[in-house]
Every structure is written in structure tokens, then in C-alpha cells.
């Protein structure tokens, strides 16, 4: 059975920084696409970053470009997303999901998904 677990979450001021990780069992990591998702109240679920299973590959919405930086450790089943410079409207719960096609940014493409963690950024 495939899960994955967000962590990291929390509360944080405009120009902070989180760190967020996803701990991955069931499957195969190391072969498996791995994105970022979010969604704030009353939108829709929209894409945040994606990296190809290999580590070497990544594309990040232009919302968050420069600012998040995405990672993972094959060896540990563990996907990470650094945040850096947040703004009040990177407010969402973020979720981290999988594929095991080529890196996508359409959020139907992916298999499995985490329950989430709240990121909220005060003014």
C-alpha cells in the first residue's frame, strides 16, 4: 500500500522560510515522479513543483520560481520542499503526490497523494 506523508507545515511570517517533507513507502521510489500541490480556501488545487525520479529534472510554477526549492533523497524515501521568501498568498495546504509517468504539472496524471500540511504566511 502506497503512502505518503507531509510534514513540516506551520505558521510562519511574510519573508520566512518552511521546509516541507514528504516520506514516501510502498513503492519504489527512486522510480517514481514526485510533485507538489497546493491548495488555498475557496480555489483550486494547483501545481507547485514536480521532479523527475532521478532528481536531475524539475519544473516549478512561476508563482514560486526562485523562491521554493525542491529536492529529494532516494535513499530515504523522502521528498523535500524548500521554502524560502513566503508571501501571504502562498497560504495553502500543500500536498505531495506521485506518478510514475515523465514529470507533469496535471494534477490528474498523478496515482497517489498525501492527506496534506498547512502552510499559512501572516502579513
Known amino acids: 500500500q502506497v503512502q505518503l506523508v507531509e510534514s513540516g507545515g506551520g505558521l510562519v511570517q511574510a519573508g520566512g522560510s518552511l521546509r516541507l517533507s514528504c516520506a514516501a513507502s510502498?513503492?519504489?521510489?527512486?522510480?517514481?515522479?514526485m510533485g507538489w500541490f497546493r491548495q488555498a480556501p475557496g480555489k483550486e488545487r494547483e501545481f507547485v513543483v514536480v521532479?523527475?525520479?532521478?532528481?536531475?529534472?524539475?519544473y516549478y510554477a512561476d508563482s514560486v520560481k526562485g523562491r521554493f526549492t525542491i529536492s529529494r533523497d532516494n535513499a530515504k524515501n523522502t521528498m523535500y520542499l524548500q521554502m524560502n521568501s513566503l508571501k501571504p498568498e502562498d497560504t495553502a495546504v500543500y500536498y505531495c503526490?506521485?506518478?510514475?509517468?515523465?514529470?507533469?504539472?496535471?494534477?490528474?496524471?498523478?496515482?497517489?497523494w498525501g492527506r496534506g500540511t498547512q502552510v499559512t504566511v501572516s502579513s
Open positions: 521532479i523527475h525520479w532521478s532528481g536531475d529534472n524539475t
Open positions: 503526490a506521485t506518478t510514475a509517468t515523465y514529470p507533469t504539472i496535471m494534477s490528474r496524471n498523478y496515482d497517489y
Open positions: 510502498g513503492l519504489t521510489f527512486s522510480r517514481y515522479t
